[in-house]
């Protein structure tokens, strides 16, 4: 795991792999929608949310993908909001001149609330989706060519 600011990289070993096929294989086999882990002599239950989380990562580990956590500040400039979005700079602030993604100015810079950031990010997803179920599942109502 290699450390760059405020973010963890996972490039998987083929042993890690491995353990998290066992751990997503006891997952999905769990009767119980409760999760525990075992710390030393004691137990705790993780919250079903951080749990969820957890699966995800053990999921995308088990398929040897690499997986990145980092914490994100309140604030965030307009390059980290750009690669959160996955779009170049000069696109996010032509999304910011157009007010879709709220901002601030602090001197000559631009800032973004993160959760502003995130929330865009989700609102994108969700459309993207819709328009694929859309493609994939057209209406009656469309004439389809033979």
Known sequence: MSKTSRLEILDPTKVQIEQARELVSALKS????????????????VPAQLAGLV?????????GQHVSIGGTPEEVTTTVAAKMLGMSRPTLMKLVRERRIPSRSVGKHTRLRAE????????EWEARDQAFERLRNPSEDLEMAP
């Open 116 to 123: 502003d950031v995130l929330a865009y990010r989700k609102s």
């Open 30 to 45: 769990q009767t119980s929608p409760t999760v525990r882990i075992q710390i030393g002599e004691s137990s705790h239950e």
């Open 55 to 63: 699966e995800d990562l053990l999921k995308r580990v088990a398929q």
